[in-house]
């Protein structure tokens, strides 16, 4: 799997960049799905009827990948439904009638951190899970020998067209950045770290080299990069910031790097100041039906209808609604949908921004190809998926496919690409289960 500086120039529509932060009002209600990271959901421990307060843990970690919940307003838990999630499952939520109050709950206070075990089972407790999108639980990237480390790599790259929240975070989070760096170096030895930036926010990495300038216990190094989409692939970021690379089926650990967002790194410094759990999030809104594109800090949970209505409402109805940006967003049925911990945009598209037009056949011009960071050809992985052929899925390396969607951008022919990316990874882990379940 090679790496190069393939990919696709997007349009940037970084419309929100200077624009004021609003924090909105709160909502009458809050939504709190149990299933808020990659891993097991976390169970309820709240009944209908309870009394919670801001910061009160609702719903318990069930596994070693899975991650607590937390009350993101205070009032009081009218209903436990089942929420329908953007992948078809259906996990328990939380739903909170908020008292306008906000009253936050007696036990938070900033942790004790004297040792490495103190500084990993904070970021457990405090819900924080990777902010960039994915969800993943941040105590267990950590949670490994500390020789494995060489470099803490900050994702703050934020190569999606129209989100800004990451880069809100740079400019104006930098003492909770500060405050988390001291804490990783101090407790588990993280001594280099590389915050990698697309070349389009100036501000930003003016503002980061500010941050590395002040710093005494962390070699903090400011790297710009080039505006090419998706330089913030995990794997992508890593190799543009290290030179190393990731092989296939391997982690970032395996070869000596820990990457983190940068609104990741700024929650757990605020944890660590404050106590307070992950309950808030700065969310991007934006996309052509947005009167009023803009920044917001919304309780986690607020239905997405209130973003929008706090956002000037929505011109005409959108063709689409999503979690994030247009290019790796995940489409929602409609704005009653609640934010959860991993969003950091929503967006709701024009027709011609969600890019529907007719699909044709495909022209064999390789453009998917040259487009993919990891030299994958996504029209073969298509026809190998259309022929229901699971070993040449395996041939032709479809698991590491980071799902970016550049092949499906610059397809002339409008083809489903990374989508049958996507369908071939399910189909070749059910041969690989019937295979495994006739041994």
């Known amino acids: 799997m090679a790496f190069s500086l393939h990919g696709v120039h997007v349009p940037h529509r970084k419309h929100t960049r200077h624009v004021p932060v609003l924090r909105m009002e709160l909502p009458d209600r809050v939504i709190l799905p149990m299933a808020q ?45 089942d929420h329908r999630q ?14 306008g109050l906000m009253t936050v709950d007696e036990s938070i206070a900033p942790p004790v951190v ?34 494995r480390i060489d470099y803490l790599i900050l994702n703050g790259a934020e190569c999606e067209p129209y989100v800004t929240s990451d880069t809100i975070t740079m400019i104006s989070r930098g003492d909770d950045m500060a405050t988390a760096l001291k804490a990783l170096a101090q407790h588990l030895g993280i001594r280099k770290a590389i915050i990698g930036i697309e070349n389009n926010k100036p501000t930003a990495i003016s503002k980061m080299r500010e941050l590395a300038a002040s710093l005494t216990d962390c070699d903090l190094q400011v790297k710009p990069l080039p505006s090419v989409y998706p330089q913030g692939g995990e794997k992508v970021l890593i190799y543009h910031t290290t030179g190393r690379t990731v092989p296939m089926g391997k982690l970032p650990i395996d070869v000596g790097c820990v990457v983190v967002n940068v609104t990741t790194l700024a929650a757990i410094g605020a944890y660590l100041t404050t106590g307070m759990p992950l309950v808030e999030k700065c969310v991007t809104v934006d996309g052509g039906c947005v009167t009023k594109p803009q920044n917001v800090i919304v309780p986690v949970g607020t239905p997405l209808s209130n973003l929008f209505e706090a956002s000037g409402g929505l ?13 790796m967003g995940i489409t929602v049925p409609d704005a009653s949908v609640p934010v959860l911990k991993s969003t950091n945009a929503i967006m709701a598209l024009t027709r011609k921004e969600a890019k529907l037009p007719k699909t044709t056949a495909c022209i064999r011009c390789g453009a998917c190809t040259n487009s993919c960071p990891f030299g994958l050809a996504p029209a073969a992985i298509s026809k190998a998926y259309d022929n229901r052929d699971a070993a040449q899925l395996e041939a032709l390396a479809v698991n590491a496919c980071m799902e970016c969607g550049c092949c ?21 882990r059910e041969e690989k289960a019937k295979e495994a379940k006739k041994k």
């Open 315 to 327: 011109k005409h109805e959108a063709e689409k609604l999503i979690y994030g940006g247009p290019m």
């Open 86 to 99: 953007h992948d078809g499952s259906t996990v328990p939520a939380v739903v909170i009638d908020s008292d």
């Open 114 to 147: 004297n040792n490495r075990e103190d500084l990993i089972a904070a970021i457990k407790e405090a819900g924080i899970v990777g902010l960039g999108g994915a969800g993943f639980p941040t105590y267990v990237k950590f949670d490994v020998d500390p020789e």
């Open 37 to 81: 990271h990659i891993g097991k959901p976390a169970t309820p421990i709240v009944k209908v009827g309870d009394q919670v307060k801001v910061g009160q843990k609702i719903g318990e970690m069930s596994g070693y990948i899975s991650s607590p919940i937390h009350a993101s307003v205070s009032g009081k838990v009218s209903k436990i439904i």
């Open 408 to 428: 499906s951008f610059v397809c002339p022919a409008n083809r489903p690409l990374v989508q049958k990316n996507k369908l071939g990874k399910v189909l070749l």
